[in-house]
């Protein structure tokens, strides 16, 4: 007699990087969701998906049915009557693959192994969270099968999750790169991907960071006098080493760090020139660690990961936040650290405006930004323009010709 038991399996990657099928913990016949029980011990498994296990003729059959636990649930029991009504001799479409098709769910395990092989583990996460998603949405089982209508259907399920219009741009550009990579034929023409509207970059003004660095303690000062100075992105901070920083010649070295497990942006590494100011104040950071590896660290020692906490708290106990905004949960940044007007990557932004303002080249800029082209520096830029002395005399002429009395019409009806 046929094996018909289908079991339901949760697919996991474990801490050593490889990925398993373990039975779901269940109490009282239910199923707890994303937890397996994993070396004997029940273990909780963020962004695992369900996968179906069951016998084809001789072959033992892996399915996945997504990250949704009650989908996962009705696809074991439509599988189970299935194999049932084949049994008892009932006719039912066999799912055999065709021939020269190719596995969806093999296809996404091998492009996030090779995106991990690469070394950029946060990378391939936030990849298998998307592409996880989308098979589950879209259902299908081969890449031949995927159609553009998969594609509106995962956009149409990303609103419904209530992401904004960025963040569903974004994962469709995810999904459109996997599908490159596995050489299937673009389902969505650009010109139907959902639309946003572009933020304009922002900096912040010399007397809000005067007022933010006057609050500031000595160790907040000097962390974020270098994010201003320097233009540096999140992770390059939290990762830069003090043989980065060379005294001698006024400069500071975005580099490969492997033993952090960091890389910069593009794999491309650049020098950035320092202020003085600057120098000296790292220079006296230095004296209160002289055998440390990084220059801003965690209290045991590691790479500190509460920077932009340390921000947010700081301009609120300084009075700088807008008042205006919420989070989540509803918590007000009057009285909360939550206020959006404070940002780290917005120091990158002000660094490229107050260079630009003190007359710095601008493909200058665009080396210490590490920026692949110019276009993104220029984007930049618009905000030191915009704010700058000479737009400021062009608005006020323009508006004066037109509002000031003119002598020769005084009088006239």
Avoid at 75 to 97: F, I, M, N, P, Y
Avoid at 257 to 269: A, I, L, Q, R, T
Wanted: hydrophobic fraction near 35%; aromatic fraction near 8%; charge should be positive.
């Amino acid at each position: 007699m046929a094996n018909l038991t289908v079991s339901l399996l949760l697919r996991v990657k474990t801490s050593d990087g490889k990925r398993s099928y373990l039975k779901p913990v269940s109490n009282k016949n239910k199923i707890k969701h994303q937890w397996a029980v994993y070396q004997g011990v029940p273990t909780h498994f963020p962004g695992s998906t369900y996968s179906l296990r069951y016998k084809q003729g001789n072959k033992l059959v892996f399915k996945d049915v997504g990250d949704q636990l009650d989908v996962a649930v009705q696809a074991q029991r439509r599988k189970s009557a299935e194999l049932a009504a084949k049994a008892t001799g009932l006719h039912v479409e066999d799912e055999a693959e065709p021939e020269g098709w190719r596995s969806l769910d093999e296809a996404i395990n091998t492009y996030l192994d090779e995106k991990a092989a690469l070394g950029n583990l946060r990378t391939a996460h936030s990849y298998e969270y998307v592409l996880r998603q989308f098979q589950s949405v879209c259902g299908k089982q081969y890449l031949e099968k995927l159609t553009r209508a998969d594609m509106f259907t995962f956009i149409r399920d990303q609103k419904e999750r209530g992401l904004g219009d960025r963040t569903v741009y974004n994962r469709i550009c995810t999904v459109d790169t996997f599908l490159k990579a596995v050489k299937v034929p673009k389902l969505l023409p650009n010109a139907e991907w959902p639309k946003y509207t572009q933020k304009k970059v922002s900096a912040y003004s010399p007397n809000q960071v005067a007022m933010l660095l006057a609050d500031a303690d000595t160790e907040e000062r000097t962390l974020f006098a270098f994010f201003l100075g320097t233009g540096c992105r999140e992770k390059e901070v939290q990762y830069a080493c003090w043989r980065d920083v060379r005294f001698e010649d006024g400069t500071f070295k975005v580099c490969d760090h492997p033993e952090f497990g960091f890389k910069p942006k593009d794999s491309e590494e650049r020098e950035i020139t320092l202020a003085d100011d600057l120098l000296d104040m790292l220079k006296e950071r230095r004296k209160l660690d002289p055998t440390g590896k990084l220059i801003f660290t965690n209290g045991q020692g590691g790479p500190d990961g509460h920077m932009l906490r340390r921000l947010k708290t700081l301009a609120l106990e300084a009075g700088l936040n807008c008042g205006h905004c919420k989070n989540k949960v509803g918590k007000s940044c009057k009285t909360n650290p939550v206020c959006k007007d404070w940002e780290l990557h917005k120091f990158r932004k002000t660094f490229a405006t107050l260079h630009h303002e003190a007359g710095v080249p601008v493909r200058t800029i665009q080396t210490w930004l590490g920026h692949s082209d110019i276009e993104t520096t220029l984007i930049y830029l618009q905000a030191a323009d915009s704010r700058s002395a000479t737009s400021r005399n062009q608005a006020n002429k323009m508006f004066g010709s037109i509002v000031r009395p003119r002598p020769e019409l005084v009088g006239v009806a």
